[in-house]
């Protein structure tokens, strides 16, 4: 669908906007029916310099949180679906939230229902967002669903926030130490280098160690840099392949310390997704295997769709989670009870509740662990090439004292 720009005049004044429609003249007959007299339109060219590239999402989750609760507010004060998409496209901080709230206006004034609307979007929309979005238009309380989905969202940002700020730390440690290192091979340590050859004598193997490696660094920095950038891309691939990516969570899961806190996010995630759309009244099947698709970790997607199949053959739910070791006891349990009660989506928010309270304690923990140790590590980095530097220095200092 193209995008056009236009400027024109209804009997309150000038008016001016953008507007999407297949064509030029469709465009121009949309506007007519709006009272619109079109003095001027230009269809808005995308180009690679100008569309937007994305991966993932494009839309950051807290603007996506943003739009669930003033949606929901205006909806509550009687505002119309129509009225309130297109107030919201005018207001958004986010540039490819506009584009798709502009589309999905047109959409509406053509009559669709917004979750088929919202459904031509889905790097916008996730399917747990359009199947919500869909049960509480049949069942006639969108602005609960609202809540409801930017509630489930703010949870799912405050627990993505936790892990990242505990991740960030090491990470940004470590790409210090990388350059403080570079740093030291490529523009300190080659000035003693002279000195060394003219002091004669067999160097300290850390001396040599650390000369070899500053020679090396000068010379093939850019292989070093490839290596990187390759590793980058390895990963990359491997995360676009099932069987590859369910490997790598594997891994990622196994990983001492970090595995337990991000095992911990995943399960708040499913339990958190799954409480979110029975409370929807989703069916249970269909949310099974939108949870399937936005859990984000390959092991516990498996898990997932065995649990479904064992849910459609008539047998029960959590069989396939008490065989698999990323499923505690816990919540097994309480799927149990919550089948047995017919209250599931109470039980796998309480469950949620529990793993976002267990993810933040362990983010906590985590961080004043690592501090320390990334100090310690990068004072042992600096110190082993300041010490090799120091150790034959001394010993030039001692001969020509000797010498006197």
Not at 131 to 149: F, K, P, Q, W, Y
Not at 213 to 229: E, G, N, P, R
Not at 376 to 403: C, R, Y
Request: charge should be positive; avoid cysteine; proline fraction near 3%.
């Amino acid at each position: 669908m193209a995008r056009f720009k236009y400027s024109g005049r209804t009997r309150q004044g000038k008016k001016s906007g953008m507007i999407s429609a297949s064509s030029r003249r469709e465009a121009m007959q949309k506007l007519r029916d709006e009272g619109i007299r079109v003095v001027e339109m230009s269809e808005i060219a995308e180009s690679l310099l100008t569309k937007d590239i994305s991966i993932g999402n494009p839309v950051k989750l807290q603007h996506f949180v943003i739009y669930l609760r003033q949606f929901s507010t205006l909806l509550k004060a009687g505002v119309s679906v129509v009225e309130a998409t297109s107030i919201l496209a005018v207001q958004t901080d986010s540039k490819p939230l506009r584009k798709a709230l502009l589309d999905v206006e047109q959409e509406l004034k053509e009559g669709n229902p917004l979750s088929d609307a919202t459904a031509k979007h889905r790097k916008i929309f996730s399917p747990m967002f359009i199947n919500m979005i869909r049960a509480g238009e049949a069942g006639g309380n969108m602005d609960d669903t609202l809540d409801r989905l930017a509630e489930h969202f703010e949870k799912q940002h405050n627990t993505r926030q936790k892990i990242v700020s505990a991740l960030a730390y090491p990470v940004v440690v470590g790409i210090i130490a990388i350059a403080v290192v570079i740093f030291l091979l490529v523009s300190v340590v080659p000035t003693f280098v002279d000195m060394f050859a003219d002091f004669g004598g067999e160097l300290p193997a850390i001396t040599q160690f650390v000369l070899n490696s500053s020679k090396f660094m000068q010379k093939f920095w850019w292989l070093i840099v490839l290596m990187m950038l390759a590793f980058v891309v390895f990963i990359f691939m491997l995360r676009r392949n099932k069987q590859t990516k369910y490997y790598l969570d594997y891994f990622i899961l196994r990983i001492p310390i970090f595995g337990k806190m991000l095992q911990k996010a995943v399960l708040a995630r499913m339990t958190r997704t799954l409480s979110s759309l029975f409370t929807s009244s989703v069916p249970i099947l269909q949310a099974m295997s939108i949870v399937e698709n936005v859990v984000e970790n390959e092991v516990i997607a498996r898990v997932v769709r065995r649990s479904r199949d064992s849910l459609e053959k008539g047998q029960s739910l959590t069989d396939p989670m008490r065989a698999h070791w990323a499923f505690p006891p816990l919540i097994t349990q309480m799927i149990s009870i919550g089948e047995e009660t017919g209250a599931l989506d109470a039980m796998l928010g309480k469950v949620a509740d529990f793993y976002e309270k267990e993810v933040e304690n362990s983010t906590d923990r985590i961080k004043s662990l690592i501090e320390p140790l990334m100090i310690v590590v990068l004072a042992a980095l600096v110190g082993t090439i300041v010490t090799s530097i120091m150790v034959p220095m001394f010993e030039i200092f001692n001969q020509v004292g000797n010498t006197q």
